[in-house]
Nanobody, 122 residues
Framework: QVQLVESGGGLVLPGGSLRLSCVAS????????MGWYRQAPGKERELVAE???????NYADSVKGRFTISRDNGENSVFLQMNSLTPEDTAVYYC????????????????WGRGTQVTVSS
């Protein structure tokens, strides 16, 4: 069993900051890419940022210069520092990771967290 658990969401004023965290646990052999997606009401889930095991990053155009993704390979964790938040950033944020489990066939499989709500409002 592999689990991803997010934390750090909440209510913040426009222009404020939040830091999201996600920890992967369970029968993990190795983790490839890790990332954050978000889904706003009535919209499709979209990529926010992703990071490879070597630290190469990719961001959605809408968050470039405001959000920073990082990871701690030793702790199987990924983080998203969000600055200069706007109401358009309001969404449920999901953690995603490509994981090779130490159980079963050990195939690379995408795993998702349950999501954490981020609300930007005055």
């Amino acid at each position: 069993q592999v689990q991803l658990v997010e934390s750090g969401g909440g209510l913040v004023l426009p222009g404020g900051s939040l830091r999201l965290s996600c920890v992967a646990s369970g029968s993990i052999r190795s983790i490839s890419s890790m990332g954050w997606y978000r889904q706003a009401p009535g919209k499709e889930r979209e990529l926010v940022a992703e990071i490879t095991s070597r630290g190469t990053t990719n961001y959605a155009d809408s968050v470039k210069g405001r959000f920073t993704i990082s990871r701690d390979n030793g702790e199987n964790s990924v983080f998203l520092q969000m600055n200069s938040l706007t109401p358009e950033d309001t969404a449920v944020y999901y953690c995603n990771a490509e994981i090779r489990s130490s159980a079963g066939w050990g195939l690379w499989t995408p795993y998702w967290g349950r999501g954490t709500q981020v609300t930007v409002s005055s």
